[in-house]
């Protein structure tokens, strides 16, 4: 492994370390900000395999909100008319 995935990971570990908690699977309703500084994230009831999860509130202080895997998913990739076959995923510059 090499390249991005290795840096993500890396970042990942050092996240942990310093008690960062990632959150999947967790689609944002609503983020609260109070004197332009972020307070909490309000993220609905939702089901993931099967199992239900309740709304939650989680306040921090900071927040990051990503949305992601465009870019590493093929099958949108190719939906989206940016790659057309496998020789030219490596052509794609983000």
Known sequence: MGGGK?????????????????????????????????????????????????????EAKSCVLAAGGFESNREWLREAGVIMNEASIHQIIF
């Open 6 to 58: 290795a840096l993500v990971n890396a970042y990942y570990r050092s996240a942990e370390k310093l008690g960062v908690v990632i959150r999947y699977n967790s689609p944002v309703e609503d983020i609260e900000v109070q004197d332009g500084r972020f307070v909490a994230a309000v993220i609905p009831e939702r089901k993931i395999n099967g199992q239900l999860y309740p709304a939650e509130r989680i």
